[in-house]
């Protein structure tokens, strides 16, 4: 500095890096020439913590999937991170399985020198594809028909039953045929909230119904004899529908 009479007069002064963010004490201490004593000197400063400007990605995925790691940028200062997953239906710190709309908030603690912050973003948990099939055992003419079996996740089901029966019938119907025949069994899934809808088919035969061998008689004869111009001989016919055997 220059004194009164113009005279140059050099102070050193120490110089020392303040780099992290906190609040730090500035001090010159007094010096004295032949003339002059310079008072002690005091400056108080503060260096702020940084703003982080926060970018988050979150790719789609498919019910039953892993769900993939979201993406975090813009995080200098390391801050912890905590996740929050979230929807009408759903609040949770661990990614949703089930299908539907979600959006995950990620929230980063301020450090020693960075603010903290938080980001958003949407993201979908898609419908996996229809994984369910339908099974039906055949029966025989005249008895009752067997039900369909499901397995897999399904919603509601309806069934269509088409085929054609042996004497030539056509069969388009959603109750079960009665004529024998060969079928096939469709069942339509309407879906559920984490499966698209989809069709499975089965086929099965309704077997002709096995009769018993008519018989003569009272003791099951299968022939009589008599003899030629002697009486007719008469035997009863047992077993015998002409209805379904024919005439």
Do not use: C
């Not at 979600?102 to 980001?119: D, F, K, M, Q, S």
């Not at 399904?154 to 039953?161: E, I, K, N, P, R």
């Amino acid at each position: 500095f220059i004194n009164a009479e113009g005279d140059r007069v050099d102070l050193t002064i120490g110089r020392k890096e303040f780099i992290n963010a906190g609040e730090y004490g500035f001090a010159v201490e007094g010096f004295a020439d032949g003339n002059y004593l310079l008072a002690d000197a005091e400056k108080t400063y503060v260096i702020e913590k940084a703003a982080i400007s926060l970018s988050l990605g979150q790719e789609d995925y498919v019910y039953g999937e892993e769900a993939p790691a979201y993406t975090l940028t813009g995080n200098l200062g390391g801050g912890a991170a905590t996740a929050r997953y979230y929807n009408d239906a759903y609040d949770a710190a661990a990614a949703p399985e089930n299908a539907g709309y979600y959006r995950l908030t990620v929230t980063v603690a301020e450090t020693a020198n960075y603010l903290g912050g938080y980001a958003s973003v949407t993201f979908t948990v898609k419908r996996a594809a229809a994984d369910f099939s339908v099974a039906i055992d055949g029966w025989t003419y005249g008895e009752t028909p067997e039900a369909p079996v499901l397995t897999g996740e399904h919603g509601a089901v309806s069934y269509l039953y088409t085929g054609t029966a042996n004497d030539g019938t056509e069969w388009n119907n959603s109750s079960a045929p009665v004529k024998a025949g060969t079928y096939t069994l469709t069942a339509t899934d309407g879906g559920t909230q984490n499966r698209e809808g989809g069709s499975a088919s089965a086929n099965f035969t309704i077997e002709r119904a096995r009769y018993a061998a008519p018989t003569l008689g009272e003791t099951d004869q299968a022939s009589a004899e008599t003899v030629y111009g002697g009486e007719t001989d008469t035997l009863a016919l047992t077993g015998f529908d002409p209805l379904v055997m024919g005439t």
